[in-house]
């Protein structure tokens, strides 16, 4: 069992950044894939970012390349999502999500959720 408890959302003007955060329990976290989504009211859940187990791939929706960076700490147990010249159509709740399959895309395949932090970008 995994809990994700993710932190860091806030109002930023457009333009601006935030650090999103999610601190993980359980002593396998190194060997998770490890993901961020969101999800804007009205839309469904979408990928955001996802890094491998032990850090050394990373992917992105097209839409935030160049402007979001995910890392992980395994001796910390964190995740982290740096977000960058955010948009107002970057606004929705962010979640972070642990896969046991440890490299994946796809929402259904990632088994454990935090409850989200929301992050709101005003024009």
């Known amino acids: 069992q995994v809990q994700l408890v993710e932190s860091g959302g806030g109002l930023v003007q457009a333009g601006g950044s935030l650090r999103l955060s999610c601190a993980a329990s359980g002593r396998t976290f190194s060997t998770y894939g490890m993901g961020w989504f969101r999800q804007a009211p009205g839309k469904e859940r979408e990928f955001v970012a996802v890094i491998s187990s032990t850090g050394s791939r990373s992917n992105y929706v097209d839409s935030v390349k160049g402007r979001f960076t995910i890392s992980r700490d395994n001796a910390k147990n964190t995740v982290s999502l740096q977000m960058n010249s955010l948009q107002p159509e970057d606004t929705a709740v962010y979640y972070c999500?642990?896969?046991?399959?440890?490299?994946?895309?796809?929402?259904?395949?990632?088994?454990?959720w935090g409850q989200g932090t929301q992050v709101t970008v005003s024009s």
């Open positions: 999500a642990a896969s046991l399959i440890g490299w994946t895309l796809t929402r259904g395949m990632y088994n454990y």
